[in-house]
């Protein structure tokens, strides 16, 4: 008799025309596998409408929305909407057990324990299989740099057949990582993610803890008997070889974001340790000839752009880490994420990027009246964020240590460049007529950065904090930007407070992308001016990605609507004046130029500075050597832990370099007001 671990009413998504349609659903726990019912009496009479096999399924939830949540399984995803945020999560909770437990369950009972793969063996899999990703990939970016190369079109279409084969072997690898972590898991838990309790219920073999060669076969060939067609039967004991809906009319599901994650069913490469043998022999030849310090070019390293076919590594890679150690809803501060999806640069120089448009933030102080101000300070901000991704795919800036500083200016255009050096400011060689940034990690937990920016000739400065707060969502990543900014004009005696939006990294499964999400605001209370801003996610149905919507309005008692400005916050703005009716181009983040940072070179720069710390994480990146890079990062973050213990052992404080809080804030030690 089956056990139902729950069972109660859930709306579910057909299409645009149908919408959500109340169905009544079971969890079958033994099973592992959510049926759907018209009613609670067809429920009864066991006439079941369509069912979703759990087995292999990965769990997703929306911030932006608390009711609705989303299953993947069987290259579809399927829409879930709940009465409230509570009833989700026992939804979701009860589906993640389910999961879990079918997802990592033994055919063979007999196996034998003294074969079980230790933690070691894992991860020694796991760095040949990130090893052998890397060597693919290289290989297609060999096949793109022929394809562009070649002028016969019979030759350049043999060659994007073996370029599309080659993607699917890639697909294979990643899915691979996904399958080693799940298997890690299982034998060695983290976080508790498996308990003894949940394995040693009824639905749960003894030998979970077998060997993992048995389990990646079960799963591969799984996948591939997805693919044969499957007979749909009413009886609701029958667990089917796929999920499916009433009818292949009903569209369940929206699988516009998600594609099916092709499986390697055989072994490419037979022989382990030739193929990590030549590879290190690669990352050798590589090191000597680049990497001797005398010779690299750190500072190029940084410079150069992001590789787009370097960053499919990513693919996958994210959610294979995260399944491994996280359910939905956790906190992601404590969690280590693969070497190989990081960025080539710390967050405290994404940060650096709000001002890549340093004239439109200098140009504030220029407005003649308080509304001319409020526009065009969110005309700075509305620009702020584009300059930030260097890369098409989400990828993930270093995590600041405690105590980093990044520093940088800009040379403002259509500004007379003075040589009147600031030597107390936070740039020291920067001139009056520059725009200085300095960034400092000022806490680790939480983790917290601070920076500031200053023009001395403009007198305008900026000082903010931002506390990243980042949870897992399923199948997206969300890191909530907590604290606040102040824009300050010292000649006017001004002070704009702005909020920041939520990021999210989407479709972590297949190809990530990042948006921005939620309301801010800009506020001015010496003026009373203000402006909301709605950074707006793409909804699962229809829609465009990157949408903003703001409004500036008078101060009170009226507060009248001034300016409606709409569009994509990474392109085209236009603004619509509420008194006239008239609509311009507000902003076009595409048609203006990116004023380039001026950062110290790193041999002029200390040792915990930004791009210096971090050198040789970056190096090895830009090389592809995953190896190299993971070593790299271990020996920064472990040099971190040992000045932690250090403190620890001499009762010491840390003391931040040029910032200091107060309150909830965290100013700069320097600022231009405190100068004369």
């Known amino acids: ?179 080693l972590q799940i298997a890690k898991n299982t034998t060695h838990p983290v976080n508790g993610l498996f308990t003894e309790s949940s394995a040693t219920t009824t639905t749960l073999d003894s030998s979970t803890n077998s060997s993992i060669a048995e389990e990646l076969s079960t799963v591969v060939n799984n996948s591939n008997e997805n693919q044969l067609n499957t007979s749909k039967s009413s009886n609701t004991d029958t667990v089917p070889e796929v999920s499916y809906s009433s009818s292949d009319d009903d569209d369940f599901y929206d699988a516009e974001e998600i594609s099916p994650i092709s499986v390697m069913t055989k072994p490419i490469v037979k022989n ?40 499919i590594e990513g693919h996958g890679s994210v959610i294979s880490h995260l399944i491994s150690q996280v359910k939905i809803g956790m906190d992601l501060t404590k969690v280590v994420l693969p070497t190989f999806i990081l960025e080539r640069r710390s967050l405290l120089e994404m940060y650096a990027d709000f001002f890549a448009h340093p004239d439109l933030f200098v140009s504030i102080t220029d407005c003649v009246t ?67 940034f300095i960034a400092e990690q000022v806490s680790h937990h939480p983790p917290i950065s601070a920076f500031y920016a200053e023009h001395v000739d403009k007198r305008i400065m900026c000082s903010a904090h931002i506390y990243t707060k980042s949870k897992f969502l399923g199948l997206s990543i969300g890191v909530n930007n907590l604290g606040t900014g102040s824009i300050y004009l010292l000649d006017k005696g001004e002070e704009y407070v702005c909020t920041f939006p939520s990021a999210y990294g989407r479709s972590i499964l297949t190809v990530p992308w990042v948006e921005l999400g939620g309301p801010v605001t800009i506020t001015c209370q010496q003026t009373g001016y203000s402006a909301n801003i709605d950074f707006l996610t793409k909804p699962f149905y229809g829609g465009k990605k990157h949408r903003i919507n703001a409004e500036v309005f008078s101060p009170p008692p009226t507060k009248k609507s001034i300016v409606n400005v709409s569009g994509e916050w990474n392109g085209l703005m236009t603004a619509k004046w509420t008194q006239s009716g008239k609509s311009e181009v507000f902003i076009d983040t595409k048609a203006i130029r990116i004023i380039k940072k001026q950062v110290n070179p790193i041999g002029d720069q200390e040792s915990y500075e930004s791009r210096n710390l971090w050198k040789e994480v970056t190096a090895a990146l830009k ?36 910032f200091h809080s107060l309150g909830d804030n965290w100013n700069y030690n320097n600022p231009l007001t405190a100068r004369k």
């Open 1 to 179: 008799m089956a056990i139902n671990t729950m069972e109660g009413p859930l709306c579910k998504w057909t299409n645009v025309m149908k919408g959500w349609q109340y169905r009544w659903f079971v969890l079958d726990d033994n099973a592992g596998l959510l049926s759907y019912y018209t009613s609670k009496e067809k429920m009864i009479k066991g006439d079941r409408r369509g069912c979703v096999r759990l087995k292999g399924a990965v769990i997703g939830i929306d911030d932006e929305d608390d009711s609705t949540f989303t299953i993947t399984v069987d290259g579809k995803m399927f829409h879930f909407q709940a009465h409230d945020a509570e009833e989700r999560s026992r939804w979701v909770t009860a589906l993640e057990d389910t999961i879990l437990r079918h997802t990592h369950r033994k055919r063979n009972k007999k196996s034998d324990l003294s074969q079980v793969p230790t933690l070691n063996d894992f991860e020694r899999k796991l760095t040949e299989t990130d090893s052998y990703l890397q060597l693919v990939i290289n290989q297609c970016k060999q096949l793109d740099q022929k394809i562009d190369n070649t002028t016969n079109e019979s030759e350049k279409e043999k060659l994007l057949v073996i370029k599309a084969k080659t993607l699917t072997l890639l697909d294979g690898i990643k899915h691979t990582i996904v399958l």
């Open 272 to 311: 382990d340790s030739q193929v990590i043998d030549s590879l290190n022999n690669m990352s050798l030849q590589s090191i000597n000839s680049k990497n001797d310090k005398n010779v690299v070019d750190f500072d190029s390293m940084y410079e150069s752009e992001e590789e787009e076919l370097g960053s």
């Open 370 to 436: 308080p509304q001319d101000r409020m526009i065009q300070v969110l005309k700075w901000y509305l620009s702020a964020f584009h300059a930030g991704r260097k890369s098409s795919i989400a990828k993930k800036p270093y995590n600041p240590v405690l105590g980093e500083v990044f520093k940088c200016y800009w040379n403002v255009p259509e500004i007379e460049q003075t040589n009147r050096k600031v030597e107390d400011g936070p740039i020291s060689w920067a001139s009056t007529s520059n725009l200085t």
């Open 623 to 658: 090389q592809h050597d995953v190896i190299a890079a993971t070593n790299a990062k271990f020996n920064v973050e472990q040099t971190q832990r040992q000045l932690v213990k250090e403190r620890q052992e001499k009762s010491t404080k840390w003391e931040n370099r040029v």
